[in-house]
């Protein structure tokens, strides 16, 4: 047995191949982000009409880690995911690590008797947490999409003196969050029996905070057609961008506490149950908007449609404030003597978005307004024993969340609105990276859901999500940060 190890030990190391396979990953992801599709514009990482009313359709949980716990965010339970919603996870990463992940999303509209589909992709989360090994201070920074302005409406009409006319809303762009933040960790140990006359050292508690300085940013623009059959008279187009921008901060706190581990006399781990909560808080932020809108006369030459005349032009700057948000949740997990884990944890979100109904009025359609929203979201994860000369065994997850989102429509111009809602199941697995030393992972997930209201003759919409991320890790003989001892 010794002799074995030994020999192991001996084996020439590979300093060029030891991420060969993580950045390989990471290359493959990147250039498909790069080159997904002609329907794959910058920002368009959905496609929806509700995209139309207030800032886009919310891109959810993007970190490939979480992404088949669908909306679980405020515990992270895992410590080598990087947790772009939970500013204080960044503590409790034992390495510094990096995460990059992709997605494709394909929607289903059905209003009545007609069905439309559509797919789209792009990219989902990239970050960094920046660490000491095993250190307690950790630096963390990100980008993700946050919502997403595409969509595309068209509905053909009939006028007793203007004849066939064809309406079409299109929409392009949305908005990106991008954070820095900083976060450090406290943990308290005890002793615990260990067979009748030993004990062992553990950490019992601990307590993570962070922060995290993130910035919006982003252009929607949004286009609407008027085209009318008869060649005497002429088109319209109405193109409306808003550029928006807002500095805000998050900050967040997740701990754990041991309720019960249990140890053999030999001081083997016989398993133990773990009590995991945390809350993150978002205060009100200032959302800035560039706001032009420009009515045109147009023709179509040659298919395309071009402006030939000018009727109006409006250009503004625009200010409005951003609810304050808060998320909270809590679970329970068993671990077991072979690295078996299962767990099980709930989160609930609110904001307050009918307060923006007097600052942020301008960024609503007709038949919309803001409404506050919720969610409620729980989550499983489980992970066999793990196997030999792996690191980090497999994990699944699964996950539900049902919600209300921030918009309230009035498809009907009664004055009663009906709010937007929607439901997701999710399903996902991690990996050990294939032929790495480290404990980088390979991250797989799908959701399965609907976005819809409660009036009948509005449409609703059936998405399915694929996300694929990885996180590189370092191998524990060339950790990051660490003055190498020999060259």
């Known amino acids: 047995m010794h002799s074995s190890h030994t020999t192991s030990n001996l084996r020439k190391p590979d300093p060029t191949g030891r991420f060969r396979n993580g950045w390989r990953s990471l290359l493959a992801l990147l250039l498909i982000a790069s080159f997904w599709g002609v329907d794959v514009h910058g920002q368009e990482t959905d496609f929806s009409p509700f995209a139309r009313f207030g800032l886009g359709t919310d891109q959810g949980v993007l970190t490939p880690s979480l992404s088949g716990m669908v909306g679980v965010t405020t515990v992270t339970g895992n410590l080598s995911a990087v947790n772009a919603d939970q500013p204080a996870s960044a503590a409790g990463l034992t390495n510094p690590a990096f995460q990059a992940s992709i997605h494709a999303q394909g929607v ?56 066939a006319i064809q309406e079409s809303y299109v929409g392009t762009g949305g908005m990106a969050r991008a954070y820095a933040g900083l976060a450090h960790g406290w943990r308290g140990k005890a002793w615990v029996a260990a067979g009748a006359v030993d004990s062992v050292l553990v950490s019992m508690r601990g307590l993570d905070v962070g922060a995290h300085v993130d910035h919006w940013f982003g252009d929607g623009i949004q286009t609407s057609r008027l085209d009318i059959e008869d060649l005497t008279f002429r088109d319209v187009q109405t193109v409306v961008s808003s550029r928006h921008r807002a500095l805000g901060t998050v900050l967040g706190v997740e701990g754990f506490h041991v309720l019960r581990a249990a140890y053999g006399p030999s001081k083997q781990f016989e398993g133990s149950w773990v009590l995991r909560a945390g809350a993150t808080y978002s205060p009100a932020r200032a959302l800035h908007t560039d706001y032009s809108r420009v009515v045109e006369s147009t023709l179509i030459l040659n298919g395309i449609h071009t402006p030939i005349d000018t009727a109006a032009f409006e250009q503004l700057e625009l200010a409005g404030t951003v609810p304050a948000k808060w998320t909270a949740g809590g679970g329970l997990q068993w671990d077991g003597p072979q690295g078996q884990r299962v767990a099980l944890f709930v989160d609930h979100h609110a904001q307050h978005w009918a307060e923006a109904n007097t600052s942020l009025d301008h960024l609503m ?84 859901g609907q976005r819809f209201t409660e009036d ?32």
């Open 108 to 163: 289903r509209l059905t209003e009545g008797d007609r069905v439309s589909n559509a797919w789209t992709g792009g990219p989902g989360n990239f970050g960094l947490v920046i660490k000491q090994p095993r250190a307690r201070t950790a630096f963390s920074f990100g980008l993700t999409p946050l919502a997403s302005k595409a969509f595309a409406v068209q509905r053909t009409l009939e006028d007793a003196t203007l004849g």
């Open 365 to 448: 359609d007709g038949a919309g307004s803001w409404g506050d929203a919720r969610r409620t979201s729980v989550g499983m994860t489980w992970q066999r024993a793990r196997a030999a000369k792996r690191l980090t065994p497999p994990v699944w997850r699964a996950g539900f969340t049902s919600a209300t989102l921030p918009v309230t429509l009035d498809l009907d111009n009664d004055g009663t609105g009906v709010p937007l809602q929607e439901w997701r199941g999710s399903l996902g697995m991690t990996l050990p990276l294939q032929g790495s030393r480290s404990a980088s992972q390979f991250h797989l997930g799908m959701d399965f």
């Open 456 to 487: 009948p003759n509005t449409h609703e919409e059936t998405t399915l999500r694929l996300q694929v991320g990885v996180t590189l890790t370092p191998y524990v003989k060339n950790l990051w940060l660490t003055p190498r001892l020999y060259d």
